[in-house]
């Protein structure tokens, strides 16, 4: 069957520091994957989008990498700050031109 | 631009109370989205619209679930009966395909909770 895996323990980290998260997925093959940011009581917001052709895609601070023969991806927020503690998602676009989502990570950056 | 609206932000209800959850996707969008999201089971999606036309409904529980679409401005999803499992939050999302689906912009969500 289908699956997206997201950690489901919470990440606590340092201020500073540069934020990891994991999204491994299985029997999808996604044109492309995204990443939403969810903050308590609000909708997801997106964040980043990458191709299945793309090994890596950067906005900012944030980076994404895609490999699609491991079947994960990894999202990493540098020099990480409090604001950016909330609950990340991945997506993948899961073959009928809609997204499904992961069940998301919770960061927590420590001051 | 106001971004995705959602009525009403909260509902309490009665279990075989009927629900109706409303939606204004961004202008210009003509694709759009609803989704469930609980605890347990994450973000699902439920239906989605592409230029009002119900696209993929695989994903609506059961037959108390309906979801219409008249105009490129408007979206309903009603449950009727409304049962206690129903309770979650239902969010929005509209997005322009323009040759795929990619970035959705979500509204902030309805809270529903059925006693």
Known sequence: SQKIEQNSEALNIQEGKTATLTCN???YSPAYLQWYRQDPGRGPVFLLL???NEKEKRKERLKVTF???LKQSLFHITASQPADSATYLCALEAGRRALTFGSGTRLQVQP | DAGV???PRHEVTEMGQEVTL???PISGHNSLFWYRQTMMR???LLIYFNNNVPIDDSGMPEDRFSAKMPNASFSTLKIQPSEPRDSAVYFCASGSDGG???TQYFGPGTRLLVL
């Open chain 1, 50 to 52: 990458i191709r299945e």
């Open chain 2, 100 to 102: 795929s689906f990619e």
């Open chain 1, 67 to 69: 490999d699609t023969t």
């Open chain 2, 22 to 24: 409303r939606c204004k």
């Open chain 2, 42 to 44: 994450g973000l699902e």
């Open chain 1, 25 to 27: 997925y299985t029997n």
């Open chain 2, 5 to 7: 609206i959602q009525s």
